[in-house]
């Protein structure tokens, strides 16, 4: 565009009258400036509907996100009342009912256990019980027991969260 200006500014300067032949067509300065300006125009045009399809499409994003879970829930409940047999009451909503999921062949069992192992080998995973055999050795850290607990000076209990959730030094009821 700022090409298209810079055409325009030229051409008004420097030939304000001129006449040129350009590929077998005669143009005044006068008819160049005017298509320059339909370009310009144009362009204009074309920023203007992709900002108002851009805002547009921001704005159906943020809807859908907001949607998108009572959606979820509200196929759940249509699931949960008529049940997943009920193909025409489903079919109401615009929904079919959910597919059974295939049965796996042994092949496909096989490779997923052989990928389990090599997962658990590769992260160094552990079942439940071998990871609670799994203790730390803490080395060169010293205890030192309370024996009382110090009374609290008015000034140095924090002020009550506005959240409404219990402080840290308070007992919940």
């Known amino acids: 565009m700022a090409r298209m200006q810079a055409l325009i500014s030229g051409l008004q300067k420097r030939f304000p009258n001129g006449s040129f032949t350009l590929g077998k067509v005669t143009y005044t300065t006068a ?11 144009a362009i204009d045009a074309v920023n203007a509907a992709q900002a108002s399809v ?27 009342t008529y049940g997943a047999t009920a193909t ?21 069992k096989a490779a997923a256990a052989a990928k389990l192992r090599a997962t658990r080998e590769a992260r160094g995973t552990a079942s439940k019980k071998s990871k ?8 060169g850290v010293e205890i030192t027991p309370i024996t009382a607990p110090a009374p609290a000076t008015p ?3 924090p002020a009550p ?8 030094g308070t007992p919940i009821k």
Do not use: H, Y
């Not at 008819?31 to 125009?41: C, D, H, R, W």
């Not at 499409?57 to 949607?67: D, H």
């Not at 609670?132 to 080395?139: E, I, T």
């Open 31 to 41: 008819t160049l400036v005017q298509l320059f300006e339909s370009l310009i125009a």
């Open 132 to 139: 609670r055999a799994v203790k730390g050795n803490v080395s």
């Open 155 to 157: 000034s140095a209990q």
């Open 54 to 80: 851009r805002d547009a499409v921001a704005a159906m994003r943020g809807i859908e996100t907001k949607l998108a879970p009572v959606v979820r829930d509200l196929k759940r409940f249509i699931l949960a």
């Open 88 to 108: 025409q009451d489903l079919a109401d909503f615009g929904m079919e009912p959910p597919k059974a999921p295939a049965p796996r062949t042994v092949e496909q």
């Open 161 to 168: 969260a506005a959240s409404g959730a219990p402080n840290p």
